[in-house]
């Protein structure tokens, strides 16, 4: 009954604590580290250029080898790379935080992406296959969604609170306590799970589908330091997008291929991805212009900033609880186009910031607001990609939308960021990106009304919705 919810057995919920407990932990490493930076250059001597790659060496690996990876657990066992992957992740955050210098730093910061990367894919992978499609799905999927943006969140305060308390190193040290609070609970609570046939790896698709994401993600990590019109910006992307498009071509010849064409197909997995990439990038600028405006145009301290961003997170617990039962109503696709829309909506709410003090409150209710129509929209997507595809297919469904996830957040700030760091003066500037912003979500939103085929008020994918 969506109106009361599934009951989960206690086995039930500490499967699903251990699962959302390391995406958290993943969630939390994007943000932790952010109002850390100039802290962490000084004490490790990093210019200003340098410290980009505190950002940019976590998020290459772990948007790169997502697919990769979720692959992998699909076909040799995604209980095992999870178990690696917190592995991994765990002792990547010792390493970063008795960092002596910058290049034992940014190894563990590398690290931590690549055990990011196992993780998240076959930690979502195991979540839709632990959970049936349905109510009990929808429920997990919505936990886990409002976990995913509190983290983000929880991140930027924690981050400043541990920063002033007991310097940077502390950031780092509060994601290893994570990994060693998880590691221990999950080889016993997990079930090993992976496809009943062991066909071979696509080695030729790895290779040009990690190679193209690597290269893309870099080049828009990089271009908001160098700018889009450089000449090694342009190189690389161009460079990704011709690997990408040999991926394409491979996966069209290959039998054993490393992501179904078909499956890219379907109406709900390719417009669901668009809906995913669309409100995690627009999201994710919106929350760092209105870091640089609250700070630097109204003066706000790092620890008031964290306060505004804590309603913020407050707001998504909240969605987070309610969402499943609107999917249950009204079903994934209009709850994905009505997150979409309410998040451009309120994002341009945004526009008649000033520098007067009554705009703190403006800004606290508009993005909190907005954030809760961002869940509805993430944990719609999710459901929409993931719904109907084999148990077999499930890490690669799952790495497509953790990848968009990753891409998203990457790709938002260089892309519209920049803009506002770059104007004359930062709150014209920060106008024109929540613009140019609302008016992306508020596009995509038309588009992915009109594309999306036909989705079940449960928000399940019947076969209509395959192209």
């Given at each position: 009954?969506?109106?009361?919810?599934?009951?989960?057995?206690?086995?039930d919920?500490?499967?699903?604590?251990?699962?959302?407990a390391?995406?958290?932990?993943v969630a939390?490493?994007?943000?932790?580290?952010?109002?850390?930076?100039?802290?962490?250059?000084?004490?490790?001597?990093?210019?200003?250029?340098?410290?980009?790659?505190?950002?940019?060496?976590?998020?290459?690996?772990?948007?790169?080898?997502?697919l990769?990876?979720?692959?992998?657990?699909?076909?040799?066992?995604?209980?095992?790379?999870?178990?690696?992957?917190?592995?991994?992740?765990?002792?990547?955050?010792?390493?970063?935080?008795?960092?002596?210098?910058?290049?034992?730093?940014?190894?563990?910061?590398?690290?931590?992406?690549?055990g990011?990367?196992?993780?998240?894919?076959?930690?979502m992978?195991?979540?839709?296959?632990?959970?049936?499609?349905g109510?009990?799905?929808?429920?997990?999927?919505?936990?886990?969604g409002?976990?995913?943006?509190?983290?983000f969140?929880?991140?930027?305060?924690?981050?400043?609170?541990?920063?002033?308390?007991?310097?940077?190193r502390s950031?780092?040290?509060?994601?290893?306590?994570?990994?060693?609070?998880?590691?221990?609970?999950?080889?016993?609570?997990?079930?090993?799970?992976?496809t009943?046939?062991?066909?071979?790896l696509?080695?030729?698709?790895?290779?040009?589908?990690?190679?193209?994401?690597?290269?893309?993600?870099?080049?828009?990590?990089?271009?908001?330091?160098?700018?889009?019109?450089?000449?090694?910006?342009?190189?690389?992307?161009?460079?990704?997008?011709?690997?990408?498009?040999?991926?394409?071509?491979?996966?069209?010849?290959?039998?054993?291929?490393?992501?179904?064409?078909?499956?890219?197909?379907?109406?709900?997995?390719?417009?669901?991805n668009?809906?995913?990439?669309?409100?995690f990038?627009?999201?994710?600028?919106?929350?760092?212009?209105?870091?640089?405006?609250?700070?630097?145009?109204?003066?706000?301290?790092?620890?008031?900033?964290?306060?505004?961003?804590?309603?913020?997170?407050?707001?998504?617990?909240?969605?987070?609880?309610?969402?499943?039962?609107?999917?249950?109503?009204?079903?994934?696709?209009?709850?994905?186009?009505?997150?979409?829309?309410?998040?451009?909506?309120?994002?341009?709410?945004?526009?008649?910031?000033d520098?007067?003090?009554?705009?703190?409150?403006?800004?606290?209710?508009?993005?909190?607001?907005?954030?809760?129509?961002?869940?509805?929209?993430?944990?719609?997507?999710?459901?929409?990609?993931?719904?109907?595809?084999?148990?077999?297919?499930?890490?690669?469904?799952?790495?497509?939308?953790?990848?968009?996830?990753?891409?998203?957040?990457?790709?938002?700030?260089?892309?519209?960021?920049?803009?506002?760091?770059?104007?004359?003066?930062?709150?014209?500037?920060?106008?024109?990106?929540?613009?140019?912003?609302?008016?992306?979500?508020?596009?995509?939103a038309?588009?992915?009304s009109?594309?999306?085929?036909?989705?079940?008020r449960?928000?399940?994918?019947?076969a209509?919705?395959?192209?």
């Amino acid at each position: 009954d969506p109106d009361t919810g599934p009951r989960l057995s206690t086995r039930d919920k500490l499967v699903l604590f251990v699962l959302c407990a390391a995406q958290f932990m993943v969630a939390l490493d994007f943000s932790v580290l952010n109002v850390a930076l100039p802290v962490l250059g000084q004490d490790l001597g990093m210019s200003t250029s340098a410290l980009q790659w505190a950002v940019t060496a976590f998020a290459l690996p772990s948007g790169g080898f997502l697919l990769l990876f979720g692959r992998i657990g699909d076909l040799y066992g995604r209980r095992r790379l999870f178990l690696g992957g917190l592995a991994l992740f765990g002792a990547a955050s010792v390493l970063a935080t008795l960092a002596w210098d910058p290049a034992s730093f940014l190894a563990g910061r590398a690290l931590q992406g690549l055990g990011a990367a196992a993780i998240v894919p076959t930690g979502m992978s195991l979540l839709t296959t632990t959970f049936a499609e349905g109510p009990a799905r929808d429920r997990a999927l919505g936990i886990s969604g409002t976990l995913l943006s509190l983290g983000f969140t929880v991140g930027m305060v924690a981050g400043g609170v541990l920063t002033d308390a007991f310097g940077w190193r502390s950031t780092m040290g509060l994601l290893a306590l994570f990994a060693l609070i998880v590691l221990p609970l999950a080889p016993g609570l997990l079930p090993e799970s992976r496809t009943p046939e062991r066909p071979r790896l696509d080695v030729p698709g790895a290779v040009t589908v990690t190679g193209g994401l690597l290269s893309v993600i870099y080049a828009l990590s990089t271009a908001a330091d160098r700018g889009f019109g450089g000449a090694d910006v342009i190189t690389t992307l161009i460079v990704g997008v011709l690997l990408l498009v040999a991926f394409v071509a491979v996966e069209s010849r290959t039998q054993s291929p490393l992501v179904s064409l078909p499956m890219l197909k379907r109406r709900t997995v390719a417009f669901g991805n668009l809906g995913g990439l669309v409100t995690f990038s627009m999201m994710s600028t919106v929350v760092f212009v209105l870091t640089l405006y609250l700070q630097d145009t109204l003066g706000l301290s790092a620890f008031e900033t964290g306060l505004v961003f804590g309603v913020q997170g407050v707001a998504s617990a909240v969605a987070g609880a309610y969402a499943p039962k609107v999917i249950g109503r009204f079903g994934a696709r209009r709850t994905l186009v009505g997150g979409l829309a309410g998040q451009g909506v309120l994002t341009a709410a945004l526009l008649p910031l000033d520098e007067s003090t009554w705009s703190v409150w403006l800004a606290t209710a508009a993005v909190s607001l907005a954030s809760m129509c961002h869940l509805g929209a993430i944990i719609s997507y999710g459901l929409a990609v993931t719904s109907g595809v084999p148990d077999d297919e499930q890490g690669l469904a799952t790495g497509l939308v953790t990848s968009t996830q990753q891409i998203g957040i990457t790709v938002g700030i260089p892309l519209l960021g920049v803009l506002a760091t770059t104007s004359s003066a930062l709150l014209p500037g920060v106008h024109l990106v929540l613009t140019l912003d609302a008016t992306i979500v508020l596009g995509a939103a038309l588009f992915i009304s009109a594309g999306l085929g036909t989705v079940s008020r449960t928000g399940r994918e019947t076969a209509r919705a395959q192209s």
